[in-house]
């Protein structure tokens, strides 16, 4: 298991990549690491944690967490 309580660019690897595996998401490609900052470690944690927690989303949950990563993002 990852340690995630420090922000790096690694754990942020490591949590974008879990997240668009669990949502299977379509724009997976558009979504990469390197575009989101160290500064914004805790709500990217955060979305991590709540798609971690869950088995199955709605197609609007979907959409509203990738809105939200969108919105994280550099």
């Known amino acids: 298991m990852t ?6 660019a690694e754990n942020i ?5 879990a ?13 990469q690491a390197s ?5 914004r470690y805790e709500d990217i944690k955060e979305i991590y944690e709540i798609v971690s927690s ?3 989303f709605s197609i609007s949950e ?5 809105s939200e990563l969108g919105q994280l993002r550099n």
Do not use: D, G, Q, Y
């Not at 340690?3 to 790096?8: F, I, S, V």
């Not at 997240?19 to 979504?31: N, Q, W, Y």
């Not at 979907?62 to 990738?66: P, S």
């Open 3 to 8: 340690n995630l309580n420090e922000p790096t």
């Open 13 to 17: 690897e490591f949590m974008i990549e």
């Open 62 to 66: 979907v959409e509203a967490l990738v």
């Open 35 to 39: 575009h989101f900052s160290t500064a």
């Open 19 to 31: 997240i668009k595996s669990k949502l299977r998401m379509a724009t997976a490609a558009a979504m």
């Open 54 to 56: 869950k088995e199955n």
